[in-house]
């Protein structure tokens, strides 16, 4: 019998009486080595390629189980990535390319850095909407822990951060693709005299006061508004009077429309009053994003910032 017998793959012959494989190859004679009657394994394979190449994969499959044992059994690494722990924390600027995400990265290991159009630490001459110290960032240190402080240095047209939603005071200015509004929080006015007395320190009157009445002007707007703000000075006067109100170019289903800037997204972003009855905005996912004035805020991980036409990415580094 082992005359007759042949190797069905490499054609060595004759196969040894009671081999388990071919001394040639190595073939297990059980897959396909059984006096030339192939099995369902061995059809499989197409060319002697794949049979070298499962055959290695035969002999490797004891040495891959045994290393994936000992990866199952190797206790977990609980410990931590290594961070500085004692000194203050770094922080990382980044200059935005025009139209792209990312720039210049600038490494603040100082306590600070100050960006301006002729001034500062890092300077844009060409943005003539910079003002020449226009913000800076701080390290500051609040109960033992470091954070990074952003702080407008008075600029004419302010340091706006990007926002997904915030709570809206009153005066505070938003930035909706190029266009910049106020937004105004509804309110009643005091007379003159009272608002005279009051500026005088002068106590308030002890005599009864005939009744008087009271007409609209007497009274401040009753709704929010929102004020559009141009070069010349004050534009249009929005009312916001439904509780939600959406800005964009979408004349269809917005309340305060801007059709005419490329950088305004159809629903752009959504300006609702809530429960406690506050006024809140929230962006709608626009390319562009919303964006805030602010004249002070803390930064504890990451912002965008925007000062005149340049924007700017901030990363810090947890202490």
């Keep these: 019998m082992s005359g007759t017998q042949k190797c069905q793959y490499c054609s060595f012959s004759p196969l040894p009486y009671g081999a388990d494989r071919c001394p040639r190859c190595g073939t297990e004679i059980g897959r396909g080595n059984s006096g030339g009657n192939e099995t369902s ?15 290695e994969q035969e002999r490797s499959r004891p040495a891959k189980q045994a290393a994936t044992q000992q990866r ?27 139209g792209g995400d990312g720039g210049e990265w600038f490494r ?9 159009r002729d001034e500062g630490d890092i300077r844009i001459p060409q943005d003539n909407a910079l003002s020449g110290r226009h913000f800076k960032l701080a ?26 939603a915030a709570l809206l005071q009153d005066e505070q200015e938003i930035l909706i693709g190029s266009r910049r509004f106020r937004f105004e929080a509804p309110r009643l006015d005091r007379s003159d005299e009272m608002a005279s007395a009051s500026s005088q320190g002068s106590p308030a009157r002890k005599t009864t006061q005939g009744w008087q009445t009271l007409s609209a002007s007497s009274l401040g707007p009753a709704t929010a508004t929102l004020v559009e703000l141009t070069a010349g000075g004050e534009g249009r006067r929005i009312a916001l009077r439904d509780r939600e109100q959406w800005i964009g170019a979408d004349g269809g289903r917005c309340t305060v429309i801007v059709s005419d800037d490329p950088f305004v997204s159809k629903q752009h972003a959504k300006l609702f009053c809530d429960d406690k009855g506050r006024w809140n905005v929230k962006d709608g996912k626009s390319r562009n994003g919303t964006w805030l004035r602010v004249q002070q805020i803390q930064i504890r991980s990451t912002a965008e910032l925007q000062a005149g036409e340049q924007r700017f990415l901030v990363r810090i580094f947890q202490s």
């Design 41 to 55: 394994e061995g059809t499989r394979l197409e060319s002697v390629e794949d049979v070298r190449r499962w055959v």
């Design 139 to 164: 390290r500051i240190s609040t109960n033992g822990r470091f954070t990074w402080q952003l702080t407008d240095l008075q600029s004419t047209n302010g340091t706006f951060v990007r926002v997904a």
């Design 72 to 98: 199952t059994e190797a206790p977990e690494d609980s410990a931590m990535p290594f961070r500085p722990i004692r000194r203050a924390p770094m922080a990382l600027l980044c200059v935005v390319d025009d």
């Design 108 to 116: 603040i290991r100082g306590p600070e850095i100050v960006v301006g």
